[in-house]
């Protein structure tokens, strides 16, 4: 079936980086697009950012745009979230799935906590 792992998220000071990783299985991930996630609290689950699936097209969240950098490696099933010049606004669990303007799959990872703060 459809998986999805997320990693690398954690506790960062504002300015500070992440790369967060996602390894999915159970499609041909070659051939989807694949998006990035995140929900805060009491927010809901928002689009972060898109890779198309031979990975020349991308698409930013305007909140993120110039910051963060979507990539993709089809010949490891992977999906990479760079973050950069991180805000305390960018606080939120991180989920990746299938999709470019909307998730592909009713599957979700666990996501990986983002934590911005002082």
């Known amino acids: 079936q459809v998986q999805f792992v997320e990693s690398g998220g954690g506790l960062e000071q504002p300015g500070g980086s992440l790369r967060l990783s996602c390894a999915a299985s159970g499609f041909t991930f070659s051939t989807y697009s694949m998006s990035w996630y995140r929900q805060a609290p009491r927010k809901e689950r928002e689009l972060v950012a898109a890779?198309?699936?031979?990975?020349?097209?991308?698409n930013y969240a305007n909140s993120v745009k110039g910051r963060f950098t979507i990539s993709r490696d089809n010949a490891k099933n992977m999906v990479y979230l760079q973050m950069n010049s991180l805000k305390f606004e960018d606080t939120a669990v991180y989920y990746c799935n299938g999709g470019y303007l909307g998730p592909a799959f009713e599957s979700w990872g666990q996501g990986t906590q983002v934590t911005v703060s002082s």
């Open positions: 890779i198309a699936a031979a990975g020349g097209f991308t």
